[in-house]
């Protein structure tokens, strides 16, 4: 039987071609437009410029299913946003879901 935490450790070790295959139905089905394109790229672009200056400062050691890190990050993002990785996530996702809609 598959327990919670085996699904989680999945979901974690493979989140990246999870999401790209969110991203590749998703798209399977857009009817974009130039303007919606060229939008979902700048608000994706934003959200990965967003969680490389965040990685910057956090690290490799808060990169993992167990973070090891000592000492909490108060500077650079994480002084104006609590977690902006979560932040540049969002920003991808909707410039996923704004390049595909058209309008």
């Known amino acids: 039987m598959t327990s919670f935490k085996d ?4 979901l974690f070790q493979y989140r990246g071609t ?7 139905l998703v798209f399977s089905q857009a009817r974009p437009t130039p303007g919606s394109v060229g939008l979902g790229i700048l608000l994706g672009a934003a959200g990965e410029g967003l969680r ?3 990685i910057g400062y956090s690290g490799q050691i808060t990169r993992a299913l167990v973070p090891t890190s000592i000492c909490l990050i108060t500077a650079g993002p ?3 946003v609590r977690n902006p990785l979560y932040l540049g996530n969002l920003a991808n996702a909707l410039g996923v879901l704004v390049a595909s809609s058209g309008g």
Do not use: E, K, P, T
């Open 7 to 10: 699904v989680q450790r999945f």
């Open 18 to 24: 999870v999401l790209g295959f969110i991203a590749v």
């Open 52 to 54: 490389v200056w965040s």
């Open 78 to 80: 994480y002084s104006l």
